[in-house]
């Protein structure tokens, strides 16, 4: 064969090779996801980091800075931030919200800095895999002694990364979940008792909030984490009664939830499977409401799955008491 007719041979090959890599490139777009968000949940389902966190150093603070998701979409080291956050006070307040409109559309990343004397957590917003240059409107909410803070960010549908972890210091973990109503959070989590400030910075817009240590500890436990359920309400130790409120979000198989109340001779006092809203992409919130018999003394609350592969339970297990 000719030399000329291996070369007409070849080239479907190289069609169909580029037609590929065309495909993988395509980013986190709507509620279909890329070939980088479905690589993002699937490693977050396994329990381990969305994507692999990508160091650089800050050139504003000289300090290591940690980003899951796209980092190189935003390399401007966080310029402008430590000008703007010099003006902000470090609150303990519950409730904060600002941004306008509803043009950004994705979680682009969430980055962790380390500083002297606070840690900081920023979340890179877009449209599409594109930085945008407006702040979405959000909203912050976070109770005293709590070590959780949330942001909630309405006109966000898609997100490039799920979750993953900070280190050893105030913060642990952060998840990025779909809401019950519409839109997206962001849920960090905080070992130790916290006061925080949020900067707005624009063009491209991120979300900034500092989190600085008041020495305290936590008035209650962080939402307890197991498997790929997170269980916010109730927490480990809490009183309940009739009815019970059960609610957190996970990323079990087909977004089943199985939640068991067992009192204190194991009897079960209540069974509900619960679907949350999404598991694929990321996160999924859910929420069921228990009616609970007449008990006293202590109780065992499950709440997760069975493994597809032996059966064995995977999920959140903690004590809870009768009574408020």
């Known amino acids: 064969m000719t030399g000329g007719g291996r070369e007409t041979r070849r080239t479907p090959a190289f069609l169909l090779l580029a037609l590929l890599l065309a495909t993988l490139l395509v980013g986190c777009l709507g509620s279909d996801r890329s070939a980088r968000s479905e690589k993002a949940s699937a490693a977050s389902t396994s329990g381990g980091l969305a994507e692999a966190p990508q160091n650089r150093v800050s050139g504003a603070a000289g300090v290591p800075e940690s980003t899951v998701g796209l980092a190189s979409q935003i390399d401007d080291d966080l310029a402008g931030a430590v000008d703007a956050s010099s003006v902000v006070q470090f609150v303990e307040e519950t409730k904060e919200s600002g941004g306008s409109g509803y043009d950004a559309d994705t979680v682009l990343a969430v980055r ?16 599409g895999e594109e930085p945008t240059a407006t702040l979405p409107r959000w909203t912050l909410a976070s109770r005293n002694g709590d070590g959780l803070l949330r942001v909630n960010l309405p006109s966000a549908s898609a997100t490039c990364v799920s979750d993953g972890e900070f280190g050893d210091g105030l913060l642990g973990s952060f998840y990025v979940v779909r809401a019950p109503e519409g839109g997206m ?59 019970l409120v059960v609610s957190g979000y996970s990323r079990n198989p087909e977004a089943t939830n199985s939640i068991t109340l067992t009192g204190p001779r194991g ?42 592969r032996d059966g064995s339970f995977n999920g959140v297990e903690f004590p809870v008491r009768a009574g408020r």
Request: glycine share 12%; hydrophobic share 35%.
């Open 185 to 243: 959070f962001v849920d960090f989590f905080a070992r130790d008792a916290f006061r925080y400030r949020v900067v707005e910075l624009r063009d491209p817009a991120r979300l900034v909030v500092d989190f600085k240590p008041t020495g305290k500890d936590l008035k209650v436990p962080i939402p307890a984490q197991g498997g790929d359920t997170v269980l916010v309400e109730p927490r480990p130790g809490a009183g309940i009664s009739d009815p």
């Open 112 to 127: 962790h800095g380390m500083h002297p004397d606070y840690e900081r957590a920023v979340i890179d917003l877009g449209t």
């Open 267 to 308: 009897r079960v006092l209540a069974r509900r499977t619960v679907r949350s809203n999404d598991w694929s992409h990321t996160w999924g919130y859910f929420e069921s409401t228990l009616d609970l018999p007449p008990f006293g003394g202590t109780g065992t609350l499950k709440v997760g799955t069975g493994s597809a």
